[in-house]
């Protein structure tokens, strides 16, 4: 199975900083990662498919890059409505698995 | 719109069973991939099965041999019969779409549904 390594799994943060979060695959998947946004209680959301691409109606400020193992996740000017839990997925091959999750609080 | 209702979670003693369902709307699910991921209280997302457009369910190690998932085109509703349950299963249960059936991410989550395993 692929494992992925998210770090930090908790960071503080305050409205307009710029936030990074960074996910590792034990080997190697392209581009096939996805990154979502989860919020107490509500399903998570896609924001950034294939490494790099925006989901429709996700703000810019959201941005993806990396390829072969390592990946980052950017939010530029975070916003109140930021302040939720981040999780890397691959889809590379089954089992699809996910990385731990980053929980994005205020500072 | 595109749309997908889990229904069927509820409280269930270890070693039972109980079947959840995955109605769609907006699109067909005999041309998508759905999965079912589950998060356990507390924790983080963990995939457990794939219902292939054209072809056969793919589980994760943790649930093979005891859930089995199914499709019913004519209802466009996607099923996961759950046997043999732990408490280790306890978990909202959500079924996704694949944005694509090459590149995969999941673009539409229903709201979740909550098996609660337990004596």
């Known amino acids: 199975d692929i494992q992925m390594t998210q770090s930090p799994s908790s960071l503080s943060a305050s409205v307009g900083d710029r936030v990074i979060i960074t996910c590792r695959a034990s080997?190697?998947?392209?581009?096939?990662l996805n990154w979502y946004q989860q919020k107490p209680g509500k399903a998570p959301k896609l924001l950034i498919f294939t490494a790099s691409s925006l989901q429709i109606g996700v703000p810019s400020r959201f941005s993806g890059s990396g390829s072969g193992t390592d990946f980052t996740l950017t939010i530029s000017n975070l916003q109140p409505e930021d302040f939720a839990t981040y999780y890397c997925?691959?889809?590379?091959?089954?089992?699809?698995?996910f990385g731990g999750g980053t929980k994005v609080e205020i500072k | 719109e595109v749309q997908l209702v889990e229904s069927g979670g509820g409280l269930v003693q270890p070693g039972g069973s109980l079947r959840l369902s995955c109605v769609a709307s907006g699109f067909s699910v005999t041309t998508s991939y759905i999965s079912w991921v589950r998060q356990a209280p507390g924790k983080g997302l963990e995939w457990v099965s794939v219902?292939?457009?054209?072809?056969?369910?793919s589980y994760a190690d943790s649930v093979k041999g005891r859930f089995t998932m199914s499709r019913d085109d004519s209802q466009n509703t996607l099923f996961l019969q759950m046997d043999s349950l732990t408490p280790d299963d306890t978990a909202v249960y959500y079924c996704?779409?694949?944005?694509?059936?090459?590149?995969?991410?999941?673009?539409?989550w229903g709201q979740g549904t909550l098996v609660t395993v337990s004596s």
């Open positions: 997925q691959q889809s590379y091959k089954t089992p699809l698995t």
């Open positions: 219902f292939y457009a054209g072809g056969s369910p």
């Open positions: 996704a779409r694949d944005r694509t059936v090459t590149t995969g991410g999941f673009d539409y």
């Open positions: 080997q190697r998947i392209d581009s096939f």
